[in-house]
DNA sequence: TCCCAGGGGAGTT
DNA sequence: AACTCCCATGGG
């Protein structure tokens, strides 16, 4: 007879919208989640290994989370929380269909999450992302994961825990560059360093106001407006947060080629103007619009 | 070979 | 404040 405290337990969190996993784990926001069959999605969410997978009933959908019963039993509001199941996102996607121009992106992207990511692995994600792709993001975080040697197993699958800021400081430089991460290597090390050493107080970021919070981590080698608000965004609850790349800046200015400026410190400012506290929504839809839906994804 | 990738930062004008 | 160039590296 099988061990019942070491047996995954299969939870239903009921939904009352749609919820696409592929895109909301996979779409740019994350970058640690790896497909299984049938739509079955598996990561883990801090320590905890969960396999994640979306059944559709009539009235509305239910999550299915797979995951082994902690003794503190906080892991489904944690699991709530990191995929912002309680915010209306209905009710997100009818305010901004009433715009002509996004109207016929919403419709045609998946209907996606905003995340609450672990703030720490979210800011060495994008720190990562600069002048890079998505791929080679994916495989720089796994490296780092690996190096850190943190093996958790679950659903006879193993898992790399990821580095926390005392762990990837003492990896240094030299070592994070010979995972390939070029000239982030720096700015990464610099930044666990300051951060492990209480010199950068990440865990109270959250709780500062929007400007205040991206000035803070702009203090940060290695994080500009860009970076910044892609962490205020993912895991912060920054949703009027709207971070500009290349993608994003392209999509701005064919839409809105009226009334848009030009530079992406101006459309920053214009996005989060103009969609509030919908911005990141916003962004993210643009995003992946012209990335997979326009671009026709080259990966 | 050339170009691009979820930019940032320093130097110049 | 806006513009230019360089920062490493891997993949197409």
């Known amino acids: 007879m099988a061990n019942s405290k070491s047996m995954p337990l299969i939870f239903d969190i009921p939904i009352t919208y749609d919820l696409d996993l592929s895109s909301t784990l996979d779409g740019g926001q994350s970058f640690n989640w790896r497909p299984g069959n049938d739509g079955v999605w598996l990561g883990l969410i801090g320590n905890l290994p969960v396999k994640l997978s979306i059944d559709k009933h009539r009235n509305g959908s239910v999550v299915k989370a797979e995951y082994r019963l902690s003794p503190g039993g906080s892991d489904l509001d944690r699991l709530k929380w990191y995929l912002d199941l309680d915010t209306p996102y209905e009710a997100v996607r009818n305010r901004l269909s009433c715009d002509d121009n996004l109207e016929s992106i919403i419709r045609s992207v998946p209907k996606f999450n905003i995340l609450n990511q672990d703030p720490w692995q979210t800011l060495v994600s994008f720190i990562l992302s ?6 080679r993001i994916k495989r720089n975080l796994e490296d780092i994961s690996i190096v850190a040697n ?150």
């Open 150 to 299: 943190q093996l958790v197993t679950a659903f006879g699958l193993s898992f790399y825990r990821f580095p926390n800021p005392h762990e990837l400081a003492a990896m240094g430089e030299n070592k994070l560059r010979g995972l390939g991460l070029g000239y982030r290597a720096k700015n990464l090390a610099a930044v666990a360093s300051l951060i492990s050493e209480n010199t950068f107080n990440i865990k109270t970021v959250s709780a500062m106001p929007y400007k205040d919070a991206k000035q803070y981590l702009m203090a940060l080698p290695g994080v500009g407006p860009k970076v910044a608000d892609c962490v205020l965004a993912f895991s912060m609850g920054h949703t009027s947060a709207f971070p500009v790349d290349r993608w994003v800046s392209r999509g701005v200015k064919r839409m809105y080629s009226n009334t848009v400026k030009y530079s992406d410190p101006d459309i920053s400012k214009w996005g989060r103007e103009k969609f509030g506290s919908d911005a990141a929504y916003v962004q993210q839809s643009i995003f992946y619009y012209e990335r997979w839906v326009r671009g026709r994804g080259q990966s």
């Open 130 to 135: 600069t002048q890079s792709n998505i791929p």
